[in-house]
């Protein structure tokens, strides 16, 4: 890719650290190296034509799949999952926003555009900026991912949170200008999620999320119900350039990133219960759970 190419696209990626501390019952710490991508959502097809090691819903090294992020229900889907819903009462779960494939002519880029048309933002000529992990190989988990949306100007509109387990379920936190403060959006919300077995579904996510520039500074703590903050997490990072090169690079410098965190994730689970934690099955308490996509197939009987 030419300096001139490399200029006329805003996609990057970060070089970062990740940090989990844990303050109650018990301590528990850990930090990882990482890196994100940092993508805009109209330079994907650019990307693929570009560069050797991206490629847009195919194989490759690196690889952006609309499946893997937000998936609204289409009409017919949405007549389907209200009967599911209503059968679903008679177990006793809470399952919404229930989805399934649809066209694959729908792009993230559409997906989210719709979303946050439902939250009455409209990004007209602006841009929508994806700070998120890339499939490796074809294989993909996203623990986070972050929409950070512009106007035409590039000033910020909004920002959302793309929440998932290791069930592959979902959660959007959207982040409005009420949420913005100066070019941080801040939030404190209950996450009726099951994000960890380890936390309960209605304890409390508190967001500081500092628009990406040079640096990357995002910082997400968990609150209990009594107000009484219990875990802390980081993801601080530096730009780096989106060349063929740099993605060559972090490909060996740290080989199957999303299969790594996977792994880390269930490693870390394993000696929080050894500490004996608290475990909460997955099956347990899901009437907590609330607003959730792509939702764990065994839930609907």
């Known amino acids: 890719m030419t300096t001139k190419e490399k200029m006329n696209l805003t996609s990057s990626i970060y070089s970062a650290k990740v940090m989990h501390h844990r303050l109650a019952p018990k301590k528990h710490s850990f930090w990882y190296n990482v890196y994100m991508f940092y993508i805009d959502l109209d330079d994907i097809e650019t990307l693929?034509?570009?560069?050797?090691?991206?490629?847009?819903?195919?194989?490759?090294?690196?690889?952006?799949?609309d499946k893997n992020h937000l998936v609204?229900?289409?009409?017919?889907q949405r007549a389907k999952n209200k009967e599911q819903r209503a059968m679903s009462k008679d177990t006793g779960s809470n399952i919404s926003n229930l989805t399934s494939h649809i066209s694959k002519q729908i792009s993230t880029k559409q997906q989210i555009t719709t979303y946050l048309?439902?939250?009455?933002?409209?990004?007209?000529n602006g841009k929508i900026m994806l700070?998120?992990?890339?499939?490796?190989?074809?294989?993909?988990?996203?623990?986070?991912?972050?929409?950070?949306?512009?106007?035409?100007?590039?000033h910020p509109l909004c920002a959302v949170a793309e929440i998932s387990n290791t069930y592959h379920e979902m959660k959007m936190f959207f982040f409005g200008k009420d949420e913005l403060d100066g070019n941080i959006f801040k939030q404190r919300i209950q996450k009726h999620f099951y994000v960890s077995p380890f936390i309960d579904l209605d304890d409390s996510f508190d967001f500081n999320l500092v628009i990406p520039t040079e640096k990357l500074d995002i910082k997400i703590d968990d609150y209990d119900k009594e107000g009484n903050r219990f875990f802390i997490s980081t993801?601080?990072?530096e730009k780096r350039a989106l060349t063929?090169?740099?993605?060559l690079r972090y490909f060996f410098a740290i080989p199957m990133i999303p299969l790594r965190i996977m792994w880390l994730i269930h490693f870390q689970a394993f000696k929080l219960w050894l500490k004996k934690i608290k475990y909460h099955p997955k099956a347990a308490n899901q009437d907590l759970q609330k607003d959730v996509y792509k939702p764990y197939k065994t839930k609907l009987k």
Do not use: A
């Not at 609204?72 to 017919?76: N, R, V």
């Not at 700070?131 to 929409?147: A, E, I, K, Q």
């Open 244 to 247: 063929n090169t740099s993605m």
């Open 48 to 65: 693929h034509k570009k560069l050797r090691w991206f490629s847009y819903n195919k194989f490759n090294l690196f690889s952006f799949r």
């Open 235 to 237: 993801l601080k990072g």
């Open 131 to 154: 700070l998120t992990n890339l499939s490796v190989l074809s294989y993909n988990f996203n623990p986070v991912s972050f929409y950070f949306c512009f106007d035409e100007n590039n």
């Open 117 to 124: 048309k439902s939250h009455n933002v409209e990004i007209g």
């Open 72 to 76: 609204l229900e289409s009409k017919e």
